[in-house]
Antibody
Framework: EVQLVESGGGLAKPGGSLRLSCAASGFNFSIYSMNWVRQAPGKGLEWVSFINSISSHTFYTDSVKGRFTISRDNAKRSLYLHMNSLRAEDTAIYYC??????????WGPGTPVTVAS | ETTLTQSPAFMSATPGDKVNISCKASQDIDDDLNWYQQKPGQAAIFIIQEASTLVPGTPPRFSGSGYGTDFSLTINDIESGDAAYYFCLQHDNFPYTFGQGTKLEIK
């Protein structure tokens, strides 16, 4: 059974940092591209970042470029999102999602991030 | 970037009803549209791919239709367990974008 489980969310101050993790199981993690997607309170979902299977290509939504870094460790079957210079508008539930040819097929339950002083 | 306009934002239904949720794209996305179901605190579930193909395990009460810019999700014979948040995703062009979602309440 495919499972994605996020962790690392919590409360951070503006300008602070957090590192989100996503533990993958039930599939060959090393051959799949992965994404982070977020949903701010009362808003729709927003794609945040992409990484391909071998970490040779990464992409970010404009609002997080230069502040967030996506990475992965295929040996540990883990995906990460390093978030620096956090802003109030980064407050959201962050989801890890697996990418296939027809889009996203599996999601994690999410980890909440709150940025407030 | 493709904008997906999903409606309604909220709907209430009675068991046995038929409901329709609309997702309109700001540009032609062929059939590169998926639908998902999400219940509070749980991972979203992939229910329909490529606009109209049921993902294995999705009950046949669910169906999808559309092509180009206009898409819809239909749920027939609504059950109490269908209460959830439903959203669409386009994967025709990058960045992938999402509809604003529909919260379905069962009376």
């Amino acid at each position: 059974e495919v499972q994605l489980v996020e962790s690392g969310g919590g409360l951070a101050k503006p300008g602070g940092s957090l590192r989100l993790s996503c533990a993958a199981s039930g599939f060959n993690f090393s051959i799949y591209s992965m994404n982070w997607v977020r949903q701010a309170p009362g808003k729709g979902l927003e794609w945040v970042s992409f990484i391909n299977s071998i970490s040779s290509h990464t992409f970010y939504t404009d609002s997080v470029k230069g502040r967030f870094t996506i990475s992965r460790d295929n040996a540990k079957r883990s995906l990460y999102l390093h978030m620096n210079s956090l802003r109030a508008e980064d407050t959201a539930i962050y989801y890890c999602a697996r990418l296939v040819a027809v889009g996203i097929d599996y999601w994690g339950p999410g980890t909440p991030v709150t940025v407030a002083s | 970037e493709t904008t997906l306009t999903q409606s309604p934002a909220f709907m209430s239904a009675t068991p046995g009803d038929k409901v329709n949720i609309s997702c309109k794209a700001s540009q032609d996305i062929d059939d590169d549209l998926n639908w998902y179901q999400q219940k509070p605190g749980q991972a979203a579930i992939f229910i329909i791919q490529e606009a109209s193909t049921l993902v294995p395990g999705t009950p046949p009460r669910f169906s999808g239709s559309g092509y180009g810019t206009d898409f819809s999700l239909t749920i027939n014979d609504i059950e109490s367990g269908d209460a959830a948040y439903y959203f669409c995703l386009q994967h025709d062009n990058f960045p992938y974008t999402f509809g604003q979602g529909t919260k379905l309440e069962i009376k």
